[in-house]
């Protein structure tokens, strides 16, 4: 897999080109506030500024996270109705949601199929929160045989996903029901969405009232200590305001969700990608050592590298699986 498969750059250029546009039209005026490190409440440190965005970085956990943090209204009015917002649920998806089907979702659903195995929960229901165009929750279906529920509030993404004959609970998770979710054991899953959150202990205490205990909470989201984004710092493309708010990390990730509750907490970061990206934004790459790696590996070098510092914790694709507590 390499990156212009699941985000042609073309395409991708454009979206950041109206997301810069949007960012002045619902940002500029917005009343902002201060925030803690979200992972681990302590006072974070002024780390750069993005398209009018100030990102701090916590010098405890490393966790790098937009503040002052504009008011949630904010970003309400702006997931609903914003250019760049309807160009990513129209546009990219349909451009990359079959590549993203063949390099991506199905081996998601084996991955999340084989966890259900391990943890004796082979028909448990799925509830996939941001379930997008609904691929996912298709791949799913063919491997376990149970109907997944997605809640998606985004209302061009829901109806993509009724038109596949998928159930759909049009809602933010924060406005979820324990009524509007099956019976039974449940897996929860949620990708590419925390780094997007505006409160995520919100979300996550908000999620894990809607668990029940033994469930299982399985997401992925961006690691901001991973090499392509330690390596590009402001310039990567993933530190993207307004939408990417958080980067947590192994570490912080796993503090923040004990702090939660949740116990049994698993962090890999299984990415593919962090030397590709690196390769596609070489101008950018300002480590001497980085630089000269980059130009001079050839393919098996390069896929080598990329195992090695996803195996060991340091790509910036992150993957996390926690459980409500059985004893409560
Ligand atoms: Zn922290």
Redesign the pocket.
């Known amino acids: 897999m390499n990156e212009e498969e699941i985000r042609p750059q073309k395409i991708f250029d454009e979206y950041l080109r109206l997301c810069a546009n949007d960012t002045d039209r619902y940002f500029a005026s917005a009343p902002r506030y201060e925030i803690n490190?979200p992972?681990?409440e302590?006072k974070g440190e002024p780390a750069f500024e993005k398209n009018g965005f100030k990102y701090a970085l916590?010098p405890?956990?490393q966790?790098l996270y937009v503040s002052p943090r504009p008011d949630a209204s904010a970003f309400t009015l702006y997931y609903t109705e914003a250019p760049s917002v309807r160009y990513w649920a129209t546009t990219f998806y349909q451009a990359t949601a079959e590549a993203r089907r063949e390099k991506i979702w199905k081996h998601k659903a084996r991955q999340l199929h084989e966890i259900l195995g391990q943890q004796s929960l082979g028909s448990a229901n799925i509830v996939d929160i941001g379930g997008g165009y609904g691929v996912f929750a298709e791949e799913m279906e063919k491997l376990s045989g149970v109907p997944v529920t997605i809640i998606e509030p985004g209302p061009d993404l829901a109806a993509v996903c009724r038109e596949r004959n998928l159930k759909v609970v049009e809602k933010f998770l924060e406005d979820v029901n324990p009524s509007d979710l099956p019976n039974g054991k449940k897996l929860f899953t949620s990708f590419e969405l925390f780094e997007h959150l505006h409160e995520p202990e919100l979300f996550c205490k908000h999620l894990y009232s809607l668990m029940a205990p033994g469930d299982l909470f399985v997401f992925t989201t961006l690691s901001g200590t991973g090499l392509d984004i330690q390596v590009l710092w402001s310039n990567s493309k993933s530190v993207s305001p307004p939408h990417h708010l958080n980067f947590f990390n192994p570490i912080?990730v796993n503090a923040f969700l004990q702090r939660v509750g949740f116990i049994d907490v698993r962090v890999t970061t299984p990415g593919k990608l962090d030397l590709d990206i690196m390769q596609n934004c070489m101008d950018q790459v300002e480590d001497r050592f980085w630089r000269t790696l980059l130009h001079r590996v050839n393919d098996q070098e390069k896929s080598q590298w990329q195992n090695m510092v996803a195996s060991n914790g340091w790509s910036s694709h992150m993957m996390v699986q926690c459980m409500k507590p059985d004893t409560i």
């Open positions: 490190c992972a681990c302590r916590c405890d956990c966790t912080s």
